[in-house]
């Protein structure tokens, strides 16, 4: 007996329901020539961003690591060897404006950046401002008209299981789409030497060239920024949750760098959990009672694993707000409430000093380009503390800092913003300068 199409219908929205299943992932709405839709969700996504996609393509230019040294002198410097690298990547506007949000990693060096937009337009980007910290970058474009901007969701009440959607440019294949499930949430994965933390796991592939592009709901609102940083497992992405990226996204926008927030701690992280070193004085952690001791269980209600998913939640919260901190003392748990603050630059001599184990000063104008200093920026070494990191990696006093994590020390005054930037990092990559040598020194900080 062949049964008809109403009844065999009407059939299969029973058993859908007796399974739990809602009817509409059946009975899809019928066309126009009677025929099934095959519009689904992933449709309709793709459709609604898909313009707000952006390819991203840079150029830079290094010199040839093995060139002599002896010929760089004899040689004029426009016949110097050099190498252009080029990378791909994409991106996802979230402004009208012009303002295009992709991964740090996918612009860092560029001497040039070109995007190209889902219909073909191409434009000359600059950059608006950087966070190697999160791994987040700002472009800006120019357009005569208001471009597609992808909607800001919330990553949250993201559920296990969910539905996601990836566009992206993975091997210069411009706005290629990959679906997937959330298959887990706060993952910490390391990369070389470097601690990624809160991310969003996904198996929808997020292959080289979709860092930067847009993890989306069904509803088609951006919940993730991909990021291929994981090659060695197939079927496994990672994506930077949007409830972190979007203060970093306005302070970009508006300032041209993350403005750093502390409460005034150090903690040291012990197999037990993390443990309260230091405190601050007059800092927003002394103000609320923290103590030298206290053991830090969890931040805003959420069990803490190590320091970087302490610093990760401090890091989403603005200047004046406010988080609890569940604190264990002489075996009584305490909830403290501290109030952000941002971080103030007069105290980064001090942290550096706690922390890094150096003291510095400007060089002395004399000294700027003269053999064997041979350096126009940089600030000098002008002490080291005892049994500290710096004492351990071999630091001297007289050595010049050139470089922070990739800044230049052209002053005081710009160390103490890269110390504020690194606040919550595993650890700091220095360009040591001693006589006519320098070298990179990766020191840790935890």
Do not use: C
């Not at 601690?195 to 979709?210: E, H, K, M, R, V």
């Not at 004046?320 to 105290?347: C, H, S, Y």
Request: proline share 6%; charged share 25%.
């Amino acid at each position: 007996m062949r049964l008809q199409p109403h009844i065999l219908v009407a059939f299969l929205v029973l058993v859908a329901l007796a399974a739990g299943v809602e009817p509409h992932a059946l009975a899809q709405e019928p066309a126009e020539n009677g025929q099934v839709s095959r519009r689904n969700p992933t449709v309709e996504v793709v459709e609604r961003v898909g313009p707000a996609v952006v390819n991203i393509s840079t150029e830079q230019r290094v010199k040839n690591p093995f060139y002599s040294s002896l010929f760089e002198l004899l040689e004029p410097p426009q016949r110097r060897d050099e190498r252009t690298l080029n990378n791909l990547g994409s991106g996802v506007i979230v402004d009208p404006a012009g303002y295009i949000l992709t991964n740090e990693h996918v612009i860092v060096g560029a001497s040039y950046i070109k995007v190209t937009g889902a219909d073909g337009t191409e434009y000359d980007a600059e950059v608006k401002g950087v966070d190697p910290r999160s791994d987040l970058a700002i472009l800006k474009v120019e357009s005569r008209e208001p471009l597609p901007a992808v909607t800001m969701g919330r990553s949250s009440d993201l559920m296990i299981g969910e539905d996601v959607v990836a566009i992206g440019n993975p091997f210069g294949l411009s706005n290629t789409v990959t679906t997937g499930v959330i298959s887990a949430l706060r993952r910490s994965v390391r990369s070389g030497e470097r601690l990624y933390t809160d991310f969003i796991q996904t198996d929808a592939s997020i292959n080289p060239g979709n860092s930067g592009g847009p993890l989306l709901n069904v509803r088609g609102e951006l919940v993730g920024v991909n990021t291929a940083i994981y090659g060695e497992g197939h079927g496994i992405g990672f994506a930077i949750p949007v409830d972190r990226a979007r203060r970093i996204v306005e302070d970009l926008i508006r300032y041209g760098e993350v403005r750093s927030t502390w409460i005034g701690i150090e903690v040291h992280e012990t197999r037990i959990g993390l443990v309260v070193r230091q405190v601050y004085a007059g800092s927003p952690a002394a103000q609320a009672g923290l103590e030298p001791g206290d053991w830090i269980r969890t931040a805003a209600a959420v069990p803490l694993r190590n320091r970087f998913e302490l610093d990760t939640t401090l890091s989403q919260l603005r200047p004046g707000e406010k988080i609890l901190l569940g604190v264990e003392r002489d075996r009584q748990n305490l909830d403290l409430e501290v109030t952000v603050q941002e971080f103030p630059l007069q105290a980064a001599e001090q942290l550096a000093y706690d922390v890094m184990g150096i003291a510095v000063r400007p060089i002395p104008e004399d000294w700027r380009g003269q053999v064997p200093f041979k350096s126009e920026i940089g600030v000098l070494i002008d002490k080291v503390r005892p049994l500290s990191r710096a004492a351990q990696r071999g630091f001297r006093r007289g050595d010049v800092v050139i470089q922070m994590n990739g800044l230049p020390m052209r002053n005081v005054d710009a160390f103490r913003r890269a110390v504020a930037r690194s606040l919550g990092r595993h650890s700091v990559l220095l360009l040591i300068q001693r006589g006519h040598f320098r070298h990179y020194v990766t020191m840790e900080l935890s």
